[in-house]
Structure formats: structure tokens, C-alpha cells
């Protein structure tokens, strides 16, 4: 199993940027592909954006395409949301999560998961 644990949120104007990163500790970070969603009061929880073991393959929900980036950096054992242009539709907790091997979009595919951080844009 990994331990996540999110940063990065906070209160932002629309059309500002907020950099969210989830750091891992336990099992060796390079074997997991990690996902981001997220989960707005009153809402399923969504998908966000996966990134693969090495970084070489991201995929992002059609909301967030062009307008948040998603990183990694192995030796730090962290990976990162960029989040730009935020919107207030985007107001969420952000969730990162961990699945051994391959990208899912599917949030039950996800094995490890972090506590949560509270991201708000206001208008």
C-alpha cells in the first residue's frame, strides 16, 4: 500500500491558478499510475486527470482539457495538479489516488487514496 497526503488547496479568484501536490510514502512510487478527482457538495465524485508510472502518457476529463496539467516527479515521490484559468465550477475537494500498473478514469479502480484538499474559486 501507498500513503497519500494532498496540498496545495486554497480560496482563489476565477481565473487564477492553484498547484495541487499529493506525496507518497511506502511501496516504491514509480510503480503506480496515480489519478486526480474530485468531488463537489451534492456530486459524485469526477475525474480529473491520470498520469502513467513514468509521466509519458496523461489523459484529463473533457472539463479540465487545457486547462490543468498533471506531473510527476518519482524521485520526490510526488505528483502535481496545475490547475490554471480555475473556474467556480471547479470548487471541489481534490482527491489523488494510486493504482498499481495502468491509467483508470474510474475511481473504483484506485486502490490508495488521500484525505482530501478543499479547493474554492469564487466569481
Known amino acids: 500500500q501507498v500513503q497519500l497526503v494532498e496540498s496545495g488547496g486554497g480560496l482563489v479568484q476565477a481565473g487564477g491558478s492553484l498547484r495541487l501536490s499529493c506525496a507518497a510514502s511506502g511501496r516504491a512510487f514509480s510503480i503506480y499510475a496515480m489519478g486526480w478527482f474530485r468531488q463537489a457538495p451534492g456530486k459524485d465524485q469526477e475525474f480529473v486527470a491520470a498520469?502513467?508510472?513514468?509521466?509519458?502518457?496523461?489523459t484529463y476529463a473533457d472539463s479540465v482539457k487545457g486547462r490543468f496539467t498533471t506531473s510527476r516527479d518519482n524521485a520526490k515521490n510526488t505528483v502535481y495538479l496545475q490547475m490554471n484559468s480555475l473556474k467556480p465550477e471547479d470548487t471541489a475537494v481534490y482527491y489523488c489516488?494510486?493504482?498499481?500498473?495502468?491509467?483508470?478514469?474510474?475511481?473504483?479502480?484506485?486502490?490508495?487514496w488521500g484525505q482530501g484538499t478543499q479547493v474554492t474559486v469564487s466569481s
Open positions: 498520469i502513467n508510472r513514468n509521466g509519458g502518457s496523461t
Open positions: 489516488a494510486a493504482r498499481l500498473i495502468t491509467i483508470a478514469t474510474i475511481p473504483a479502480d484506485y486502490s490508495s
